[in-house]
């Protein structure tokens, strides 16, 4: 044996032995301890520490192991089910598979309930300036750092020429007043899905991901591969009520982008915590369209088949934490929570032959979840309540 190995099998044995009397004098609250044994057998251990290597998780303490342990437990329970019932609907081990329903509430979701009074200070203060006048400010400002050429000015020069967007020739169904189906991944118009990380910003992505579309239906060229900035949301909207990772409104979003702009996520990238605001625009949108809730399904299609739009939802429940692949229902056995307390954006719609009508909706977890980080969802016909709250909050930027 070499002396390397002698020297690692050495130091390893001082670690276990460190950790055992670690363990051994600490005052452990033997409880925890104890109840993960008990609770959790060979097998759920056996498939927890799998999870913990394919998603590299470690934990600070044995505390927190054994909490994460009997979380994964209590998910896989869940899970199993779910399954069960055969309704077309799939959970799954995601990264969230060793949370608690609280945590994940607190670091996945985001959206803060909007009171009238966000409202009314949000279209006050929206910059709905006339087309000249945009155009004029444009001029004006020297973007940093400059973007190359597809600066403010330029934007404004080549998107003012045309008008509302052509939609693409598709079925009479796109525009929304029968069912039919409509995907505006079909035409490209849909940046790949990010991951907020455990950060409260949903409504950072659901407005950013809307304003990433809006461009690529402008212009598909002149935006094709760019990610604007939800880290220049999360440190520079505090003035407009938004509160960082701890929660924030759409329509605040977009009150910030018409008078501020927003830069790309190269010049200003994510890093899913609250900093200092680096003040720096490029695009500016044009005030927004606001409807708080009681929308009807064909009203909600008629305004998606124009461009997509950020929606509330409710998520907090593990289903929905859990959540792999099919159209995600009310069932019997689960309602959703319609307490809307995310944000999302709706990208459009479609027709299942067994499960019927849904709705297609472009989350911020990663491509890990849901549908490559999509879900689709029950869409319901003639109520102005749709499936886990959706409808409620529907906002969209504008750009003339
Ligand atoms: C371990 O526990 C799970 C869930 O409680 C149970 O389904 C499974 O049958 C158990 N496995 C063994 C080997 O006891
Ligand atoms: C845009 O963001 C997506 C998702 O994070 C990423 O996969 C992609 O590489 C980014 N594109 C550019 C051009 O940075
Ligand atoms: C889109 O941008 C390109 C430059 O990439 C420009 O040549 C074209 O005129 C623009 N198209 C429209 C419809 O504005
Ligand atoms: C929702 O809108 C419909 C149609 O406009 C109307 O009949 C109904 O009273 C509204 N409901 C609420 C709660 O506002």
């Known amino acids: 044996m070499s002396t390397i190995k002698k020297i690692v099998i050495t130091i390893f044995l001082a670690i276990v032995m460190g950790i055992s009397i670690f363990l051994c004098i600490v005052d452990q609250p033997k409880t ?7 609770i959790a057998n060979e097998s759920i251990r056996y498939q927890f520490s799998n999870q913990l290597a394919k998603f590299s998780k470690n934990y600070q303490s044995v505390e927190d192991f054994n909490k994460a342990l009997l979380n994964f437990q209590e998910n896989q329970k869940v899970i199993d089910k779910y399954n069960a019932k055969n309704n077309g609907v799939q959970l799954g081990l995601n990264k969230f598979f060793d949370m608690d329903i609280n945590a994940f509430k607190a ?11 966000i409202i009314k200070k949000a279209k006050d203060d929206a910059n709905s300036l006339s087309l000249a006048a945009l155009k004029a400010a444009a001029a004006s400002t020297q973007p940093t750092p400059k973007p190359d050429k597809r600066n403010l000015q330029w934007f404004f020069m080549k998107t003012t020429q045309t008008t509302t967007p052509k939609p693409p020739s598709v079925s009479t169904d796109y525009r929304g007043d029968s069912v039919g189906s409509f995907d505006w991944r079909s035409y490209n118009k849909i940046t790949t899905p990010k991951d907020q990380l455990g950060c409260g910003s949903c409504y950072a992505f659901s407005s950013i991901g809307a304003m990433e579309s809006l461009l690529l239906i402008k212009n598909q060229s002149l935006f094709q591969g760019i990610n604007l900035s939800e880290q220049q949301i999360v440190d520079c909207t505090i003035p407009q009520g938004n509160e960082g990772c701890l929660g924030g409104y759409e329509l605040s979003v977009y009150q ?8 790309t996520e190269n010049n200003y990238p994510y890093i899913g915590k609250k900093q200092i605001c680096k003040r720096t625009g490029w695009i500016k949108t044009n005030s927004f369209q606001y409807y708080e809730s009681n929308l ?8 998606i088949a124009k461009q997509p739009a950020s929606i509330g939802i409710c998520s907090s429940d593990r289903q929905f934490m859990l ?16 307490d809307v307390d995310h944000a999302v954006l709706l990208i459009g719609w479609g027709k299942d032959k067994t499960y019927g009508n849904y709705w297609i909706i472009k989350n911020s977890w990663g491509t890990g979840w849901g549908e490559g980080g999509y879900m689709r969802i029950q869409m319901i016909e003639d109520t102005y309540e749709q499936t886990c709250g959706i409808g409620y909050d529907l906002t969209h930027p504008l750009i003339n």
């Open 256 to 263: 910030y982008t018409s008078r501020t702009g927003i830069a």
């Open 323 to 338: 959540y792999k692949s099919g159209i995600f229902m009310n069932t019997e056995s689960y309602k959703c929570c319609v």
């Open 296 to 303: 009807s399904a064909v009203t909600i299609r008629k305004i």
């Open 32 to 38: 925890s301890l104890n109840l993960a044994g008990e």
């Open 107 to 117: 670091q996945y979701l985001g959206k803060k309930k909007v009171s009238s009074a």
